[in-house]
């Protein structure tokens, strides 16, 4: 059974940086994508940034150059940081996988596992 646990969501000011964790279970971060994803209220949940099992990186334009996306095997979780910090950031946070060394995908749609969410919010 996989289980995705997100933690490190909070209150931070524009211009700031938070660094989002995802931990998972019932797999092992290095033979699946993995991604981030969030939600604004009144918004559709929109692709965040993602990194293949063989390491490549994707990050949506809107966050581009400011977060980056990265895995610890031996902890086996996968981090979001997120840096120079904007109120249009303020969402809820989700990671999320799929299958065993499946492509990465933007798609949301395409992923079958999910956690339960962080809240960002970025005060101007």
């Known amino acids: 059974q996989v289980q995705l646990v997100e933690s490190g969501g909070g209150l931070v000011q524009a211009g700031g940086s938070l660094r989002l964790s995802c931990a998972t279970s019932?797999?092992?971060?290095?033979?699946?994508?993995m991604a981030w994803f969030r939600q604004a209220p009144g918004k559709e949940r929109e692709f965040v940034a993602g990194i293949s099992w063989t390491s490549t990186t994707y990050y949506a334009d809107a966050v581009k150059g400011r977060f980056t996306i990265s895995r610890d095997y031996a902890e086996n979780t996968v981090f979001l940081q997120m840096n120079s910090l904007k109120p249009e950031d303020t969402a809820v946070y989700s990671c999320?996988?799929?299958?065993?060394?499946?492509?990465?995908?933007?798609?949301?749609?395409?992923?079958?596992?999910w956690g339960q969410g962080t809240q960002v919010t970025v005060s101007s």
């Open positions: 999320a996988t799929r299958g065993f060394r499946q492509s990465a995908s933007t798609s949301k749609n395409d992923y079958n596992y």
């Open positions: 019932g797999q092992t971060v290095s033979n699946y994508p």
